[in-house]
Each structure stands twice: as C-alpha cells, then as structure tokens.
C-alpha cells in the first residue's frame, strides 16, 4: 500500500494531511532566521524549520518578524513556498506519493513543483529530523473536488448543475458542474479574494488617516489577519468595524456580479451555489438563509476534505 500526504499551499493559509489523519493548518507566512536569533517558542501550528541549511519560521510567528515573505503577495507555486510547507507537514518519516490542490492546471508550474518534491529530502521540524521520499505528485484542481465530493455526500441538489466558488486568499475559484461530473465552464481569478479585500479597507479614507497621523504603513498579509480573527482591529489600535460592513458587502457583490456575468450562459440550469474556501465564513450571516446557498461547516477544508475522501 502506498502511502499518501495531501497539500494545499494556499495564499493564506496552508492545509496538509496524511491520509488518515486530521488536516494541518498553518499560515502561509514565512520569515528565513537562519543568521538571528528569533526561533524560539516553537510552537505546532507556527514551527521553526531547517531546510536546505536555512532555518524558517512558518506561520503565525513569520508574521510579527521584520519582512515575513507571504504566499499571497509572492506566489504560493514559487518553490521557496511549496518545499518547506509540504514538508513541515509531515511529522514523521514518509515514503510515498502527493495529491496536490492546485487552482488551474499548468505544466510549467506542475513541472516546478515535481522537480521540487520529488527527491530525498531531510528537515528538522521543532528540532526534530525526518527523512522523506517523494516518488510522485498528483495535481487535482481545488473547488472541483470540493462540488463532485458535495455531490457524492447528498449536501448538493441533485437535480441542477452547481456554481461553485472558492474565495481564498488571493484566488477565487468558480466552476460549473452538473451532477454527473461535467465542467461547463471554470475559471480561476487571481487577486480578488481575501487581498482584495485588505487593500480595499487600508486604501479606505479611515485607515488612511490613521497612517496620516500616525505615519504608519498597514501591510496586506495583517490585516487579512485582522479580517480572518474577527478583530476588526489592525494590531492593537486601528479599528476599522465601522466601514467593514460596507466594503465586505462592495466586495462581494463585485465578486459576484463579475463571475455571473462571465458564466451567464451555463447558469439557467443551476440550483446550487456552493461557497467555499476561507473567505466563505466572511458572508454566511448574509447567504444562510438564502434558499440554494450552501457553505460548508469549515469551508477552508473543503478542499482537502474531498480529496482525502477520495
């Protein structure tokens, strides 16, 4: 029996798992501390990681240091993301295969991440060494599994074709399937997910008074931060609830009159819009109710919840 470890190298966050186990969750942030002294506090979910003689801090930790490299800023497929991001998911020795998520297939990027993976590889995660051996990656496109897996679990109506939308950090993914499987149409739309959204409010008249008067820069990758824990509040001062609402909702309905505009021809026959990913959570108060609307209960899992049922 092979063995198999699932990823999904997203612009927020990253989710891994070994087939079998609970996902893995961790921010896709990443700071190298191979010359200081600023890996301390080792912690499960923001781990130190020596790789490839650097020593990283991943995660929420990589954010409070100076200059932290984020995915949703640099590019998820970028090697320097997907090797120490997969492979800080393992926590044990591994010897197998990858299924790994990706938004739209593209085989120069596919090939990057194969020549990346596929190797010996040894890393010390919390100062803890592993040895891996990747003998093959698997590519799967991310909201697809996620409608044919709602389909198989019954949380679909089977009698109309599904839209579904994956809002993440910085992509938004949307496809087209009717119940038996058929893409009609998909897209994957870079930089109008949770980005988007953290540029519109630090571009906002408040946030730009709060930087005029305090001359203070506000970063994309925190205030996604502020967004995603419900603070409502960029570190400890700025507090921009007041305007929120009013840009979530500018935003989202955006969102979605660009992508029913560009599948307006395959939406007569739909009767589910299924919303994933982690920006999903940002509209449920505003969709539950809403008859034809389905978010799942960890919409940011979907993904990778399908594909470990698989």
């Not at 993301?81 to 120069?108: C, I, M, S």
């Amino acid at each position: 029996m092979i063995n198999i470890y699932f990823a999904d190298i997203g612009n927020f966050t990253s989710i891994t798992a070994l087939k079998g186990e609970k996902p893995r969750v961790m921010r896709s942030v990443f700071q190298d501390v191979t010359y200081t002294s600023a890996r301390d506090l080792d912690t499960d979910d923001s781990p130190s990681v020596k790789l490839d003689n650097k020593v990283l801090v991943l995660g929420e930790r990589a954010t409070k240091q100076k200059n932290p490299q984020t995915a949703a800023e640099r590019g998820k497929q970028l090697p320097e993301f997907v090797k120490p991001f997969t492979l800080a998911g393992l926590r044990q020795d591994f010897e197998g295969n990858v299924r790994f998520l990706v938004p739209e297939r593209n085989h120069w990027e596919e090939d990057a991440i194969r020549q990346t993976l596929i190797a010996e590889h040894q890393v010390t995660v919390n100062g803890r060494t592993y040895k891996h051996r990747i003998k093959n990656v698997e590519f799967y496109l991310e909201t697809d599994v996620a409608v044919v897996n709602g389909y198989k679990k019954s949380l679909l109506d089977m009698e109309g074709d599904t839209l579904g939308i994956d809002i993440g950090g910085g992509t938004t993914n949307y496809v087209v399937m009717t119940p038996g499987g058929e893409i009609l149409t998909r897209r994957s739309i870079p930089k109008v997910g949770g980005v988007s959204l953290a540029n519109d409010i630090i571009n906002s008249d408040l946030m730009q008074s709060y930087a005029k008067r305090d001359n203070v820069a506000f970063k994309v990758a925190k205030m996604m931060d502020s967004i995603a824990d419900g603070s409502l509040t960029y570190g400890r001062k700025y507090d921009f609830s007041s305007v929120f609402p009013g840009l979530l909702e500018n935003w989202f309905n955006g969102l979605m009159d660009s992508i029913t505009t560009a599948a307006n021809d395959y939406l007569a026959d739909v009767t589910n819009i299924m919303l994933i990913g982690g920006c999903a959570n940002l509209v449920r108060h505003k969709l539950s109710a809403k008859p034809g609307f389905y978010i799942p209960v960890d919409p940011h899992l979907s993904n990778i919840t399908a594909l470990l049922a698989m």
